[in-house]
């Protein structure tokens, strides 16, 4: 209820745009600092999520960071949080629909027809961007989350649903929840912090300050996922297919056809007039 309450208040009062920045105890960098990026109801409930973590630790939201590993050349981090314990990465989904998926597979799907990049692996590609900006070892304990929105119903292994695990697949309501359950069981297995308040600042800034913002070079980079075909579904409250050769829109039907001939169309989607190159 209190949840309830808190969200109703800040949603009514705030516009269509997503935060990108939040320190705690820092309301101006609030205000000042928005995203290009989806700005959805879902993305508040985040941001609401983070803002009832501790004092001690700080989050940034919407980075991006350059990445020569990456297609794009570029890595698009959707959430990371610097806490006394570690540094928890978060990838956040808006699908609707069951999620399949391993650990330790390479794709997963959504309603066991769409394909999708197993999360973790993608958010594997975010934390060793991180640590490159950060300059930081492998000493340095990060935690991989991925958060979906309650439209979901997970058919996952177990183990990423429990917080022994460094890789946690969560609802977005409990986000906070993993979290703080997280860090005191890191707690009692390490009492010694593995940062001061001045390290976690320091890290903080220094990704802020890394964090790419011309808007021009954001289109860009989501510009480049697409013209390689990149298999992973938009972030959207639906899934949406198109013809990888010319973009148009196909139907569910059309992509399932496609989708389920990868001997032909190799995990892509096409259109019916360009299913005809590759026959």
């Not at 508040?44 to 983070?50: A, H």
């Not at 394909?115 to 930081?136: C, D, S, W």
């Not at 990704?207 to 980079?221: A, F, G, K, P, Y």
Request: proline fraction near 3%.
């Amino acid at each position: 209820m209190m949840f309830s309450r808190i969200f109703q208040k800040v949603f009514k009062g705030v516009s269509t745009k997503k935060v990108s920045v939040s320190d705690k105890g820092n309301t101006e960098n609030k205000s000042n600092i928005t995203s290009t990026r989806i700005g959805d109801l879902g993305e508040y409930k985040i941001n609401i999520q983070l803002d009832q973590l501790p004092k001690n630790s700080k989050y940034l939201s919407d980075i991006l960071i350059n990445n020569p590993n990456a297609k794009s050349g570029y890595s698009q981090i959707d959430h990371v949080i610097f806490t006394p314990y570690a540094i928890f990465v978060i990838e956040t989904k808006n699908y609707a629909g069951t999620i399949y998926g391993d650990r330790n597979r390479g794709q997963w799907s959504v309603n066991g027809k769409f394909p999708m990049m197993n999360p973790f692996r993608q958010n594997y590609g975010h934390i060793q961007a991180i640590k490159t900006v950060l300059e930081l070892n492998d000493e340095i304990l990060f935690v991989s989350m991925v958060s979906f929105t309650k439209r979901c119903t997970f058919k996952v292994n177990e183990e990423i649903r429990k917080i022994q695990s460094n890789d946690l697949i969560v609802y977005d309501t409990e986000l906070s929840e993993f979290i703080l359950r997280k860090i005191n069981v890191l707690k009692l297995q390490n009492p010694e912090p593995l940062f001061s308040i001045e390290e976690l600042q320091e890290l903080y800034n220094k990704l802020n300050v890394t964090n790419i913002t011309d808007s021009q070079i954001r289109e860009s980079h989501v510009e480049k996922l697409r013209e390689k075909g990149s298999k992973e579904i938009v972030k959207s409250g639906s899934i949406q297919s198109t013809c990888k050769t010319c973009g148009k829109a196909v139907s569910e039907k059309v992509s399932t056809y496609c989708l389920s001939h990868e001997d032909q169309f190799k995990g892509y989607t096409y259109c019916f007039e360009h299913q005809k190159i590759h026959k």
